[in-house]
């Protein structure tokens, strides 16, 4: 089976705002494990499904998987919702949906998430670390917020005229 293409910036469907799944249907299952698959395959350790074009309030993350040694255990996130965020930490993070850039970005250093998993049971997570700024990150998407939304405007400037640059080089090919 074919992989998922993920959207890239600045494709338009990265900025809608999803909507919350409303039943667990094999359809969501599929989807969930299709993304699982385009996770591993790039490999990233998070991917939201706005980034496979569904807009939907759902997000696969695997944090501790970080080579083909390690064994796979992807948490599905269905409808997140943040009930506790604190602290404060900053991380170098970069986006399967935004190319060849990374930048710090500030976020929440503890947070709870309580979401549905896929047998639509309520799982609630208590995240530091890498974690959970993998949470904040992949949730942002469903609001359609890129991490290139919550840096400063001259170096987000900077990247989307490098981006333009290098998708105009590419057409022109
Ligand atoms: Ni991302």
Redesign the pocket.
């Known amino acids: 089976m074919a992989l998922r293409e993920i959207l890239q910036f600045p494709d338009p469907r990265l900025k809608r705002v999803s909507e919350p799944v409303t039943e667990i249907t094999e359809e969501i299952r599929e989807l969930a494990r299709d993304m699982c698959e385009a996770m591993y395959d790039e490999p990233?350790i998070?991917?939201?499904a706005p980034?496979v074009g569904e807009a939907l309030r759902l997000f696969v993350i695997d944090t501790e998987w970080n080579d083909e040694d390690t064994e796979r255990n992807a948490e599905v996130l269905i409808n997140p919702e943040f009930i506790k965020k604190e602290g404060k930490t900053t991380w170098e993070?970069?986006?399967?949906?935004?190319p060849d850039y990374t930048a710090e970005v500030e976020r929440a250093s503890e947070v709870t998430v309580r979401a549905l998993n896929l047998e639509g049971e309520e799982v609630t997570y208590e995240c530091t670390g890498l974690k959970a700024i993998c949470m904040q990150?992949?949730n942002?998407?469903l609001d359609g917020i890129?991490?290139i939304d919550r840096i400063s405007r001259l170096k987000r400037s900077l990247y989307v005229k490098k981006r333009k640059k290098k998708l105009a080089a590419e057409a022109a090919e």
Not at 93 to 98: A, D, F, N
């Open positions: 990233g998070g991917l939201a980034q993070e970069g986006c399967l949906s935004v990150h992949e942002d998407h890129l991490f």
